[in-house]
């Protein structure tokens, strides 16, 4: 976690969401991120891909501090608030997925979902467990 912007990769798009349009925010309060500017924007540094806007519930949060990923208290010395049910936040891809597996995945905003959590899980899967629903359906293709 880092509190400056994500580096620019010369020649580069900017990042897009997972429905291929431009990746909106996903929270700012609390202001989430990697590069903790609200969105779930990747860079060339966030290795462990924070790409997954999530809704937080009780059961994720629960079973993401008993496999070791406490987001539940604050840790000011990081500048982590500590998450309660209903922030949005971006979380890394892999642990999104293995609380999936575990049949406690949050809600996923897919607008504000780069791209880049396509690496690491399936579009369907995050579709079937999206909280927004564009208004033209066809762009689900």
Known sequence: MTDSA???????????????GELEPCGTD????????GSCVVGPRDVGLH???????????AHQKAVGNDLS??????GFPGLVPGDRW???????????????PAPVVL?????????VVE???LREHSVDVPPDLSAWG
Do not use: K
């Not at 620019?8 to 997972?18: F, I, L």
């Not at 208290?73 to 990081?78: D, Q, S």
């Not at 607008?111 to 690496?119: D, P, Q, V």
């Open 73 to 78: 208290t604050p840790r000011p010395e990081w």
């Open 111 to 119: 607008a504000s979902t780069s791209e880049r959590a396509l690496e």
């Open 90 to 104: 971006c979380v890394v891809a892999a642990r999104w997925l293995q609380a999936y597996a575990a049949g406690v």
């Open 30 to 37: 609390p202001m989430t991120g990697f590069h903790r500017d």
């Open 6 to 20: 994500p580096e620019a990769v010369p020649g580069a798009a900017p990042e897009r969401n997972v429905l291929g």
């Open 123 to 125: 579009i369907e899967i």
């Open 51 to 61: 790409a997954v806007c999530a809704v937080m519930t009780e059961e994720f949060l």
